[in-house]
C-alpha cells in the first residue's frame, strides 16, 4: 500500500531553513502531484505547496518566496526547504499524495507528520 | 483564492445524536462541465494525520462509516455524522479543490456532551 513518511530535523532555530524529507513507498513517484502541508498547535490545516510529476511547484502566495520544492525520482523522495524560519513557523508537517483530479484535487494518502519546533 | 468558511467552530453533541458542519466556500466549487462539487471533508485525530472522509462532496470514502454523510452544492456545504461515536470525536475540515491553492476551512471541533 501507498506509504509516506516525512524525516528532517525537528528543532530549527529562527532565521535558518527548515529542510524536510518525505520518503514514498508502494507508488509511483512520477505518477501523482505531491504535497506540503502544516498545521500549527491547536490550528487549522495551512496548505504549502505542490511538486508536480513535471518537477514543476506551486506554493502558496504567503509562502511561496520562502518555499523550495524537490524531487529525487531515484530515491523516491520530495522534498520541502523553508528559508528564514520564525516561530510562526512552528507546526506538524504533513507530506501527502494528491489523487488525480485536474487543477487540484483531494489527498487519500498522509505521512504521519512530523513536529518542527523553531526556537533560540 | 477560493476562502473556505466553517461553522460552528465547535459543538457538543451526545453520543447517538447528530452532528452538522457547514461549510461555506467564497465562490462556487462546481465544475459545470462534469456537475461535480471539487470539495472534500477530513477527519482530524491528536497526533494522527488528516483521514479523507469525503470527496466530490457526498462521496463516502471507502472504509468510511456509513454514519458519515456529505452534502450541498455551489457555495454550501454539510458533513453530517447521523449518530455521534465516542470515536468520532475530532477536528474535521473541508477543503475546496476547484483551484490552487486548495484552501481549507478552519475546522470544527466535535465533542461529547
Known amino acids: 500500500q501507498v506509504q509516506l513518511q516525512e524525516s528532517g530535523p525537528g528543532l530549527v532555530k529562527p532565521s535558518e531553513t527548515l529542510s524536510l524529507t518525505c520518503s514514498v513507498s508502494g507508488a509511483s513517484i512520477n505518477t501523482y502531484y505531491w504535497i506540503w502541508v502544516r498545521q500549527p498547535a491547536g490550528k487549522g490545516l495551512e496548505w504549502i505547496g505542490r511538486i508536480y510529476t513535471s518537477g514543476n511547484t506551486k506554493s502558496h502566495p504567503s509562502l511561496s518566496s520562502r518555499v523550495t520544492m524537490s524531487m529525487d525520482r531515484s530515491k523516491k523522495q520530495v522534498s520541502l526547504q523553508l528559508t528564514s524560519v520564525t516561530v510562526a513557523d512552528t507546526a506538524i508537517y504533513f507530506c501527502?499524495?494528491?489523487?488525480?483530479?485536474?487543477?487540484?484535487?483531494?489527498?487519500?494518502?498522509w505521512g504521519r507528520g512530523i513536529p518542527v519546533t523553531v526556537s533560540p | 483564492d477560493i476562502v473556505m468558511t466553517q461553522s460552528p467552530d465547535s459543538l457538543a453533541v451526545s453520543l447517538g445524536e447528530r452532528a452538522t458542519i457547514n461549510c461555506k466556500s467564497s465562490q462556487s466549487v462546481l465544475y459545470t462541465s462534469n456537475n461535480k462539487n471539487y470539495l472534500a471533508w477530513y477527519q482530524v485525530k491528536p497526533g494522527q494525520p488528516p483521514k479523507l472522509l469525503i470527496y466530490w462532496a457526498s462521496t463516502r470514502e471507502s472504509g468510511v462509516p456509513d454514519r458519515f454523510s456529505g452534502s450541498g452544492s455551489e457555495t454550501d456545504f454539510t458533513l453530517t455524522i447521523s449518530s455521534l461515536q465516542a470515536e468520532d470525536v475530532a477536528v474535521y475540515f473541508c477543503q475546496q479543490y476547484f483551484d490552487t491553492p486548495p484552501l481549507f476551512g478552519g475546522g470544527t471541533k466535535v465533542e461529547i456532551k
Open positions: 501527502a499524495r494528491e489523487e488525480e483530479c485536474g487543477t487540484a484535487c483531494y489527498s487519500r494518502h
